[in-house]
């Protein structure tokens, strides 16, 4: 499979999330390739709907995938499952979070993601970020919207391992859902290294909206 190689490594990227294990789930073995291969880079990570409780999981589970690292984090409180009457108010968030970063690559949700809150962060960073390369991660659950995305990341076994034993140790909170599990996220992960003929068996994928090729 095609690959293209920046020429040079990344030095910060800003991961968003709508909720405090959308980054973990969505592009967390993507997160450990990344800072394994970038020992300097820089990693800004906002969630924009958080309580104390999930926090302290978010920040668990991080901790356990970045141990050489201490990301930037930010926790925002706004409604879960409202964030289209929140637009305004999240969209001046990432106004202000545009000022404090200068990411090479920001990692958000899914444009066509089903669940609301998601697809309104994915609108709003489009919105905001107008000069950047994004990078559009998924998220498995009940509405059956997984597509056809064009970006894949090889994960080795590892470094699978390593993001599931992350999300079941640190959101005990999300234990009672029944999508909750390590087959769901190894599973996934499995099949998008299918696609992507991935040497370790295993990816993550992602959408690529807009990329400039110099």
């Not at 409780?53 to 201490?70: C, G, K, T, W």
């Not at 290294?193 to 090729?213: N, T």
Request: aromatic share 8%.
């Amino acid at each position: 499979m095609l690959s293209l190689t920046p020429a040079k490594p990344l030095r910060e990227i800003l991961c968003l999330g709508a909720h405090c294990d959308d980054v973990e789930i969505g592009c967390g073995g993507t997160l450990v390739n990344l800072a394994r291969a970038n020992p300097t880079l820089k990693i800004t990570v906002a969630v924009f709907t958080s309580d104390a409780v999930r926090e302290a999981e978010s920040r668990a589970a991080l901790a356990r995938l970045l141990p050489q690292h201490a990301p930037r984090l930010e926790f925002a409180t706004f409604r879960n499952g409202y964030f289209p009457a929140e637009w305004a108010a999240i969209k001046e968030r990432l106004e202000h979070l545009r000022t404090t970063v200068q990411p090479d690559l920001i990692l958000t949700h899914f444009e066509q993601d089903k669940h609301q809150d998601h697809r309104v962060l994915a609108e709003l960073t489009w919105n905001a970020f107008r000069n950047h390369c994004i990078l559009q991660y998924e998220i498995p659950k009940y509405d059956g919207d997984l597509g056809r995305p064009q970006l894949y990341v090889p994960l080795e076994p590892a470094v699978v391992d390593l993001k599931v034993d992350a999300l079941m140790q640190s959101f005990v909170t999300q234990a009672n859902k029944q999508w909750f599990t390590p087959d769901t996220f190894r599973g996934l992960m499995r099949l998008r290294g299918i696609e992507a003929v991935a040497a370790g068996g295993f990816a993550e994928a992602f959408y690529a909206r807009k990329l400039l090729l110099n």
